[in-house]
C-alpha cells in the first residue's frame, strides 16, 4: 500500500470511522481503522460489529493494498497534523509490518494488525434505494429518540419504529418511540418510503441512533434496506453507514391513544415558552422524592406549583384556556420541560384523560407530531400542605 493524499480529504472520514469504535477497551479488531487502497482511492474502513462505516476518498495511489492500524491513534494522529504543511504519504513497509506516515519531515510508524482479522463489510443493495433528505431524518430522530428507553433489556421499547400506514386513503410513514411513561409518533408523507418498508415496519436499537445522527447532513442521502441491515449512502456514493435491524414485537400503542379522543377528556392551551418558563423556574424547588409540577385549573389560568421539604415552595399563574371537569394533576417537571422543548409552535395543547391516564401534547405548528406522557400520582397530604404554606 502506498499512496499521497490531502490531509483536509480524508480527516472528516476518519473521525466519522473514529466515532463508531471503542476509544480503549474491546477486542482489538473492533479498534481497528481499515485502509483499503483500489481503483484510484482510499477507502477508510471501521466496525464495532454491528455498525459499518466506509468511506471512499481521493488518493493518488502508487500501490494497492489493505492495512489495519489502532483507529483512535491514527484519527488523532491525522487532526493534529496541518493541511498548509504538505500532502501525506501513508505506505507499508516492505514486510507490510508498520504503516508509516510522512509530512515533509514528520515520520510516524504504527504497527500494522493482523490482516485475518478484516472481515469483508455489507455491500450496499443497488436495487430498490430511495434518495431522502438527510436533514428530515436527522429531525425525526430529534423528535422521537428522547422518548425511547436507554435499557437494550427493554428489547422494543429501546427501539425506533418506522412503520408504513394508511389513512383516509394516504400512504404515510408512522415513526414511534416509547419508554414506558413517555411515547413520541411522528407521522409524514413518503410513498418510496412507504413502498421500501415491510408491511410489520422496522426497529432500529437507540444506541445506533447517535452515531447515525453525527454522520448526517442536511444532504440527500440514498436509503436500502436487507432482511437484516439498513443502509445510508451518501449523494455521492463516497459514504456508507450501515446498522443492524431488531424483530421484536413493538407493543399496540393504539389502546392508549384512541383515550385521548374520548367524549370525557379536559384540554388545556398554553403558551408554550411561558410554560416553559414557569417550569423551569418551579423546577428548582423539587428534590429526588417530589420532582413533579402540580397543574390546577381556575378560570382563564393554570396555576403550576411544587414543594420540596428542604427547599421550599414554588407557585405561578399563566394565562390559559381550560374546558374539563380535571381539578388539579401532576406531571414530572424535566420530562415535561424536554417535550416542550421539542415543539416548534407557540401554543401547545394538552388532551387529558385523567389524573394518572395518559396526556396527549400537540400543537398546530407541530404537524402530524404528538407527545404522550404519563402523570404522576398525586400525593393528597403532599399537595394540601403545599395549599397551606
Avoid at 252 to 271: A, G, I, K
Wanted: some cysteine.
Amino acid at each position: 500500500m502506498f499512496l499521497k493524499v490531502n490531509r483536509d480529504e480524508i480527516i472528516e472520514g476518519l473521525q466519522k470511522s473514529a466515532n463508531i469504535i471503542p476509544a480503549k477497551t474491546g477486542a482489538a479488531f473492533l479498534r481497528t481503522i481499515w485502509l483499503q487502497c483500489e481503483n484510484g482511492s482510499l477507502n477508510v474502513m471501521s466496525t464495532d460489529s454491528n455498525l459499518e462505516f466506509m468511506g471512499s476518498y481521493p488518493a493518488a495511489l502508487e500501490g494497492e493494498g489493505l492495512a489495519g492500524v489502532q483507529g483512535r491513534a491514527f484519527y488523532d494522529l491525522v487532526k493534529q497534523l496541518r493541511s498548509d504543511q504538505g500532502e501525506l504519504t501513508i505506505r507499508t513497509d516492505e514486510a507490510n509490518q508498520n504503516v508509516l506516515v510522512e509530512q515533509k519531515a514528520r515520520k510516524y510508524k504504527f504497527p500494522v494488525n493482523d490482516p485475518e482479522w478484516f472481515q469483508k463489510f455489507s455491500t450496499f443493495p443497488e436495487d430498490n434505494t430511495v434518495y431522502w433528505s438527510g436533514d428530515f431524518l436527522h429531525e425525526i430522530i430529534e423528535k422521537i429518540s428522547f422518548c425511547i428507553s436507554d435499557e437494550d433489556s427493554m428489547e422494543a421499547i429501546a427501539c425506533i419504529y418506522f412503520v408504513p400506514r394508511e389513512k383516509d386513503g394516504v400512504n404515510t410513514v408512522e415513526v414511534c418511540g416509547l419508554n414506558g411513561h413517555q411515547f413520541a409518533m411522528l407521522n409524514f408523507v413518503n410513498d418510496d418510503i412507504h413502498s421500501m418498508l415491510p408491511e410489520e415496519g422496522v426497529l432500529i436499537q437507540k444506541k445506533y441512533l447517535a452515531e447515525l445522527k453525527k454522520w448526517l447532513t442536511a444532504d440527500e442521502i440514498e436509503l436500502a434496506i436487507s432482511n437484516k441491515r439498513l443502509f445510508f449512502r451518501t449523494g455521492d456514493k463516497r459514504e456508507t453507514f450501515t446498522l443492524p435491524l431488531s424483530y421484536y414485537q413493538y407493543p399496540n400503542y393504539n389502546n392508549f391513544l384512541s383515550r385521548l379522543n374520548d367524549d370525557n377528556v379536559s384540554t388545556l392551551e398554553v403558551n408554550r415558552l411561558d410554560l416553559v418558563d414557569a417550569l423551569s423556574r418551579v423546577a428548582l424547588f423539587n428534590t429526588d422524592s417530589n420532582r413533579c409540577a402540580y397543574f390546577t385549573f381556575g378560570e382563564g389560568e393554570v396555576t403550576i406549583s411544587a414543594q420540596g421539604q428542604e427547599t421550599g415552595t414554588a407557585r405561578e399563574s399563566i394565562d390559559a384556556g381550560f374546558s374539563g371537569d380535571m381539578a388539579r394533576i401532576a406531571f414530572p417537571t424535566r420530562n415535561l420541560i424536554e417535550i416542550l422543548n421539542h415543539f416548534n409552535s407557540a401554543t401547545v395543547k394538552f388532551t387529558l384523560t385523567g389524573t394518572e391516564a395518559p396526556c396527549g401534547v400537540t400543537g398546530p405548528d407541530d404537524k402530524d407530531y404528538q407527545v404522550i406522557v404519563m402523570p404522576m400520582m398525586i400525593q393528597e397530604e403532599t399537595y394540601y400542605t403545599e395549599e397551606n404554606a
